[in-house]
């Protein structure tokens, strides 16, 4: 009975280091740690952040991979964020693009951002990369939030209203 059950202990050890490291195109963030932040707030977020004479923007390009090697249903929702200061002024290196948040009507991802390793960005510009979200679209029109974290800590959201989800195939 002992033998049963430290080949169990084993089986069970060695799944768990396999997996570890191990990240596929289609896993959620490992930490989504977000804020809870309502619906009504996050919808009515502002389009254009001004703080300390930056004024701040959203860009975004969200797609979803659906080549002919992707599963039938294709890969989870991919964001390419850019927070930009609108006069090409630097942005501060205290404040910090942290969350994301994508509303589908009345549905809702939310989550960090990856931490894969992003091209040089102009001083005026923040990228980040959100990965493994829903399967919402492609051709169909959400609305992204961010959440900046400023200098003072103080935590800032950002919207674009009426983003296309885009296709790869």
Known sequence: MALIGSKIAILAICLFFSGIGCRSDDARPLDPVVPAISLDELSTAPEVIEVARYRYVLQTYLWRDLMPISPLDGHPLIALIRVVE?????????????????????????????????????????????????????????????????????????????????RTD
């Open 86 to 166: 609108r006069d090409l002024k630097t942005i501060p290196e205290g404040v910090k693009l942290n969350y994301l948040w994508v509303i589908n009507r009345k549905e809702v991802w939310a989550t960090t951002f990856s931490d894969e390793p992003r091209p040089p960005t102009p001083s005026y510009m923040l990228e980040r990369v959100g990965r493994g979200g829903p399967k919402w679209g492609p051709h169909i029109q959400v609305n992204v939030v961010v959440g900046l974290r400023m200098e003072s800590g103080k935590l800032r959201l950002l919207r674009a209203a009426d983003q296309w989800i885009h």
